[in-house]
């Protein structure tokens, strides 16, 4: 079992005019691990990332790095946000540069870096993403998923530990949701952990390690991804229907074991062989 990196215990958060976002909310991002915060959409999610980079304090509970509750002094708000780096869903909400590279560039330059190593942290973000070739470009004339490689550039570039995305996919074609994905499973690969935001329980069911069903504003449970969407009552609960991968993949004889293909081409391999009236592997 890994270990926790990032803590949410017991939160509250309200906004004005008394409009409850957030209720005796616990969760926990355990270190090197891909985790779906999985919910409807109104339910309370961006407001839940928004608290695990310190961008919102809530009424009551804690936030705990490693174990420690989070404070909010001006210091500790910083070094937080080195740790943890938000992308939130709109690309236009963060980025703001006249071009790509000096958009990229500005986290390193406020963290007091020399010009080199803020050279070397934007290149590298910038091949990490795939859009090394956009970085004299205006950032105006970019695509959205171009923009939203961007956003994620300038965060990267921070090198932050854990990587808290706001719904990555949305607004993005099929396209542009899969090259996405491949440049944050390289990220994921190379040691970052990654909690995103997604109303999209055939996305989760295919990537995501560990899953938290969040509903109302508040976490119905979390665990390893398959166990979550096994739960049919508490998905009830929280008014999502289960993968449609998933329901195939268990409508199968013998497909029902711990470890069932996510992949959709895994999924139709398995169709084509059973349909087919081949063994089925053990």
Same mark, same amino acid.
Request: charged share 25%; hydrophobic share 45%.
């Given at each position: 079992?890994?270990?926790?990196?990032?803590?949410?215990?017991?939160?509250?958060?309200?906004?004005?005019?008394?409009?409850? #976002?957030?209720?005796?909310?616990?969760?926990?991002? /355990?270190?090197?691990?891909?985790?779906?915060?999985?919910?409807?959409?109104?339910?309370?999610?961006?407001?839940?990332?928004?608290?695990?980079?310190?961008?919102?304090?809530?009424?009551?509970?804690?936030?705990?790095?490693?174990?420690?509750?989070?404070?909010?002094?001006?210091?500790?708000?910083?070094?937080?946000?080195?740790?943890?780096?938000?992308?939130?869903?709109?690309?236009?909400?963060?980025?703001?540069?006249?071009?790509?590279?000096?958009?990229?560039?500005?986290?390193?330059?406020?963290?007091?870096?020399?010009? /080199?190593?803020?050279?070397?942290? @934007?290149?590298?973000?910038?091949?990490?993403?795939?859009?090394?070739?956009?970085?004299?470009?205006?950032?105006?004339?970019?695509?959205?998923?171009?923009?939203?490689?961007?956003?994620?550039?300038?965060?990267?570039?921070?090198?932050?530990?854990?990587?808290?995305?706001?719904?990555?996919?949305?607004?993005?074609?099929?396209?542009?949701?899969?090259?996405?994905?491949?440049?944050?499973?390289?990220?994921?690969?190379?040691?970052?952990?990654? @909690?995103?935001?997604?109303?999209? @329980?055939?996305?989760?069911?295919?990537?995501?390690?560990?899953?938290?069903?969040?509903?109302?504003?508040?976490?119905?449970?979390?665990?390893?991804?398959?166990? @979550?969407?096994?739960?049919?009552?508490?998905?009830?609960?929280?008014?999502?229907?289960?993968?449609?991968?998933?329901?195939?993949?268990? #409508?199968?004889?013998?497909?029902?074991?711990?470890?069932?293909?996510?992949?959709?081409?895994?999924?139709?391999?398995?169709?084509?062989?059973?349909?087919?009236?081949?063994?089925?592997?053990?």
């Amino acid at each position: 079992m890994s270990v926790s990196l990032l803590a949410a215990r017991g939160l509250d958060y309200r906004y004005p005019g008394g409009i409850t #976002a957030l209720r005796d909310l616990h969760l926990t991002v /355990r270190q090197g691990r891909k985790l779906a915060i999985l919910g409807a959409n109104g339910s309370g999610k961006t407001t839940l990332l928004l608290h695990l980079n310190g961008t919102l304090r809530p009424a009551r509970g804690e936030i705990r790095l490693d174990d420690h509750p989070a404070a909010y002094d001006r210091r500790s708000l910083d070094r937080w946000r080195c740790r943890v780096g938000l992308v939130l869903q709109e690309p236009d909400d963060q980025i703001f540069a006249a071009t790509v590279e000096q958009d990229v560039s500005f986290g390193p330059l406020n963290l007091g870096l020399s010009e /080199r190593e803020v050279r070397e942290r @934007v290149a590298s973000a910038l091949r990490a993403l795939h859009i090394a070739d956009l970085a004299a470009r205006a950032t105006h004339s970019l695509s959205f998923g171009q923009k939203k490689r961007v956003a994620i550039a300038g965060v990267l570039a921070m090198r932050p530990e854990l990587l808290v995305l706001d719904e990555p996919t949305a607004g993005l074609d099929g396209q542009g949701v899969a090259h996405l994905l491949e440049a944050l499973q390289h990220l994921h690969e190379a040691g970052a952990t990654l @909690v995103f935001s997604t109303h999209d @329980v055939e996305l989760a069911y295919a990537w995501a390690d560990d899953i938290a069903l969040f509903h109302e504003g508040t976490v119905l449970g979390q665990g390893e991804a398959l166990a @979550v969407l096994r739960d049919r009552e508490m998905m009830r609960k929280a008014r999502l229907a289960p993968p449609l991968l998933l329901e195939v993949v268990e #409508a199968l004889d013998g497909a029902r074991g711990d470890s069932p293909p996510r992949a959709r081409a895994e999924v139709l391999d398995l169709l084509r062989k059973r349909l087919k009236g081949a063994p089925l592997a053990s």
